[in-house]
């Protein structure tokens, strides 16, 4: 069974069957039109269409969706875990010479003019985390009941993960407030690492929630950017020190 903070149901929605999508020229001005006012219904290219009896006597709205139903910015109009999207942000990160570290370059924790920043959820970061870094997550648990965010735990809940996840709306505020200025360095570490590498069979490298997080920090102007290649999986096998947190007690999670 994933992990909450390796899995991303942003890609799962539930087509209900009186939603039209419609696209125009420009994929981040797409808008989802919903004939039921309590039902948000994520994008996706395959809704099924309502006949015009269907259609009758109901009030349409429009619905924004320039963001995912995950929460993350559209990159060029498209789902930051689409293929489009990270084809687009690991073009940006290597002309940025985003630099690769092993888990031994990482092991001292942080200094003056450099900062780890662990991009896991709380609660993993709280499990076992790297000595001197410091917690921003990307993503958190899913804390609300909008009808989007209904659809999210749902997500989640078809592929066997019971504590779904959602962008953290003030992900980069808390950067900004743990990292100080842009002229140091920053170095992202989440679970599984991801590759700027390019080979046959992954044309654009591997995509990870450390790369996407030194994507949405390049463009507020950080550019001395590194990542832990492997991820904690790689430096928990390493051998070198962890330091653990007693987790918070929230009570049982109710899906």
């Known amino acids: 069974m994933p992990r909450a903070s390796e899995f991303d149901a942003s890609d799962f929605c ?57 929460g993350m910015k559209r990159v060029e109009g498209f789902r930051p875990t689409s293929p489009k999207a990270w084809e687009a942000m690991s073009r940006a990160l290597r002309r940025t010479q985003v630099k690769t570290l092993k888990p031994s370059q990482v092991a001292g924790g942080s200094g003056w003019n450099r900062v780890l920043v662990d991009v896991r959820p709380r609660e993993d970061y709280q499990e076992a985390h790297i000595a001197g870094t410091v917690n921003v997550p990307l993503y958190q648990p899913i804390a609300g009941w909008s009808p989007q965010q209904i659809l999210r735990r749902a997500g989640y809940a078809f592929f066997g993960v019971a504590k779904g996840t959602e962008a953290n709306p003030t992900f980069m505020e808390e950067f900004k407030s743990a990292v100080g200025p842009n002229w140091k360095e920053v170095v992202m570490i989440c679970e599984t690492g991801g590759t700027l590498q390019v080979t046959g069979n992954f044309p654009n490298g591997k995509q990870s929630r450390s790369l996407i997080a030194c994507y949405e920090v390049l463009l507020e102007g950080y550019k001395r950017l590194s990542f832990l290649e492997g991820g904690m999986n790689e430096y928990s096998k390493s051998g070198l020190p962890l330091e653990e947190l007693a987790a918070e007690k929230n009570g049982p999670f109710i899906f």
């Open 14 to 70: 539930l087509s209900h069957p009186l939603a039209i999508h419609k696209t125009t020229t420009r994929p981040e001005e797409s808008r989802i039109f919903c004939s039921q006012p309590s039902v948000s219904v994520a994008q996706t290219s395959k809704f099924a269409i309502p006949r015009q009896d269907q259609l009758a006597g109901i009030e349409m709205r429009s619905v924004d969706v320039r963001s995912t139903p995950g």
